[in-house]
């Protein structure tokens, strides 16, 4: 037991930025479902994405044939063959896709001061929301694979490779594959324990108070891109980091433009359906009645005009 706790307080100091964004996922999934629902989640994605890469390692599906190198294993936490910081990883970067995904799907209202998503259960438990974050989540793999590839060039370390090497800087296709498989099951996990009402809220609404709380997912979608894409540059790949930025370019130019648009089509209708799935936000003193009247009166402009 003394040398499991050794390993687990190793992985959080050579892996401090895992638990960085773990953190993060913490406060947004907490304020956006409730600690129940959060925490169950952990252990449950978790499995799922250690099922995942055991059964690649082992049979090849569904990431491809590709072997982990036990470097590691007397420092940090290892589960049969697997790295724990790494399928931990899978957690919060299915958590971030899925809310970036119930992010752009929602009406938004925002100032200068305050930013609102107006989502709905219905969005939430929607097969778009399923099938854009299962997508947003190969994103993620397509700019922090290769630069993860290279981890002896900095502080990840050379913990994997792949027998065959493919044609993205040395991905084979299959990776991307095998991760829409997996981001598809475990984005229905998370929505399928959206629907649990015996886990409803719980420390939600506290949470609701801090500013802009419901963004924290869409901005750990962001930060974990932004990390990858600066640790590319910094070991000196410009290449492979210029082809992620132009990869990344087109898709967040249009989600800023959208997100604009959203804010100036707000109507009334979108506003009482957000309201009336989650009706405690009315009472959260970080959502004062002013900006409810300012977002009303936003809406009845534009349903009068």
């Known amino acids: 037991m003394h040398d499991l706790f050794a390993l687990l307080w190793g992985t ?3 892996r401090p930025y895992v638990f960085a964004f773990l953190a993060v996922y ?5 304020a ?9 989640y952990l252990p449950l994605g978790y499995c799922l994405a250690w099922m995942s890469e055991f059964a690649s390692i082992h049979w090849g599906f569904p990431y491809g044939d590709y072997y982990y190198i036990d470097t590691t294993s007397r420092q940090e936490l290892w589960v049969f063959g697997v790295p724990f910081m790494d399928s931990l990883s899978y957690v919060f970067l299915s958590y971030c896709s899925y809310s970036m995904a119930v992010f752009l799907l929602s009406p938004v209202y925002f100032t200068a001061r305050e930013f609102m998503v107006l989502e709905t259960r219905r969005i939430r438990r929607s097969w778009k929301t399923l099938t854009l974050g299962a997508f947003l989540f190969v994103l993620l793999d397509v700019i922090t694979d290769p630069v993860a590839l290279q981890g002896y060039r900095w502080f990840l370390g050379q913990i994997y490779g792949y027998r065959h ?7 084979p296709m299959s990776n991307f594959a095998g991760w829409l498989v997996v981001g598809v099951v475990m984005i229905a996990a998370l929505q399928r324990l959206d629907r649990v009402s015996t886990l409803e809220r719980g420390a939600g609404p506290l949470l609701e108070r801090i500013p802009c709380v419901h963004l924290f997912g869409p901005l750990l979608y962001v930060s974990v891109l932004i990390f990858n894409l600066s640790v590319t540059f910094w070991i000196g790949e410009l290449l492979l980091g210029l082809v992620g ?11 800023l433009v959208f997100t604009f648009y959203k804010r100036e089509h707000l109507t009334r209708e979108a506003i009482r359906r957000h ?8 009472g959260v003193s970080a959502l004062p009645s002013l900006l ?8 009845a402009q534009i349903d009068d005009g």
């Open 292 to 299: 409810r009247d300012a977002i009303g009166d936003h809406a």
């Open 245 to 255: 930025c132009v990869i990344l370019f087109f898709p967040f130019l249009l989600c």
């Open 26 to 30: 913490l406060v947004a999934a907490s």
């Open 165 to 171: 090497a493919g044609l993205y800087f040395g991905i």
């Open 12 to 14: 959080v100091l050579l």
């Open 275 to 282: 309201f009336s799935d989650f009706p405690w936000k009315e």
């Open 32 to 40: 956006q479902f409730g600690w129940k629902k959060t925490l169950v």
